[in-house]
């Protein structure tokens, strides 16, 4: 069974970082691109940030890009999201996801990130 868990969000000041932490269980880890997406209140999902586990290619969208970095560790299937210099505006429930796009099939439960100003 394919599990994607979450973890790492929360309430974090303007300027301030989290890691957000998605470990994947029920696939070979190194055959799939992680996706990080995010869901504002009133908004769409939007894609944030991806990775290949395979050759580490990265994606960043243009408003995380200098900010956000993510990162995979294969031994721990694991993909984790370093959020720096947080704006009020990157508040959003955040997904991990198999794949790179928006119609992939597995998606984590989601982590609440929250910027305070």
């Known amino acids: 069974e394919v599990q994607l868990v979450e973890s790492g969000g929360g309430l974090v000041q303007a300027g301030g970082s989290l890691r957000l932490s998605c470990a994947a269980s029920g696939f070979t880890f190194d055959d799939y691109a992680i996706g990080w997406f995010r869901q504002a209140p009133g908004k769409e999902r939007e894609g944030v940030s991806c990775?290949?586990?395979?050759?580490?290619?990265?994606y960043y969208a243009d408003s995380v890009k200098g900010r956000f970095t993510i990162s995979s560790d294969k031994v721990k299937n694991t993909v984790y999201l370093q959020m720096n210099s947080l704006k009020p505006e990157d508040t959003a429930v955040y997904y991990c996801?198999?794949?790179?796009?928006?119609?992939?099939?597995?998606w984590g439960q989601g982590t609440q990130v929250t910027v305070s100003s």
């Open positions: 996801a198999v794949g790179c796009s928006e119609g992939g099939d597995y």
């Open positions: 990775i290949s586990s395979s050759d580490g290619n990265t």
